[in-house]
């Protein structure tokens, strides 16, 4: 299993820009397609986006397309989230998970057999 570890979280206000790292170690992390997550107090955990293995695609959550950005650096082992234009709204712990089921861009959390230990990020009004 590939141990991930999130950092980069804060506070932050509206409108703001926040960049989430993930960094991979146990296992190269070009095998694997990655995911970010978060949860909000009292809510369920949610898929945010989603990496292939070779980095060439990526997906996202319909609340964070055109202001979320995810990218990973199979050289360095690490997987990142640009956001910009934070709401509100994106107030949550945030996850980076690993799937090694290479061939589905999956959003499912049962898919990824590796979790972070999350970072919070809260947005201020």
């Known amino acids: 299993q590939v141990q991930l570890v999130e950092s980069g979280g804060g506070l932050v206000q509206a409108g703001g820009s926040l960049r989430l790292s993930c960094a991979a170690s146990g296992r190269t992390l070009s095998t694997y397609v990655v995911g970010w997550f978060r949860q909000a107090p009292g809510k369920e955990r949610e898929f945010v986006a989603g990496i292939s293995w070779h980095g060439g695609s990526t997906y996202y959550a319909d609340s964070v397309k055109e202001r979320f950005t995810i990218s990973k650096d199979n050289a360095k082992n690490m997987a990142y989230l640009q956001m910009n234009s934070l709401k509100p709204e994106d107030t949550a712990d945030y996850y980076c998970?690993?799937?090694?089921?290479?061939?589905?861009?999956?959003?499912?959390?049962?898919?990824?057999?590796?979790w972070g230990q999350g970072t919070r990020v809260t947005v201020s009004s």
């Open positions: 998970a690993a799937s090694s089921r290479q061939g589905i861009l999956t959003r499912f959390p049962p898919d990824f057999t590796s």
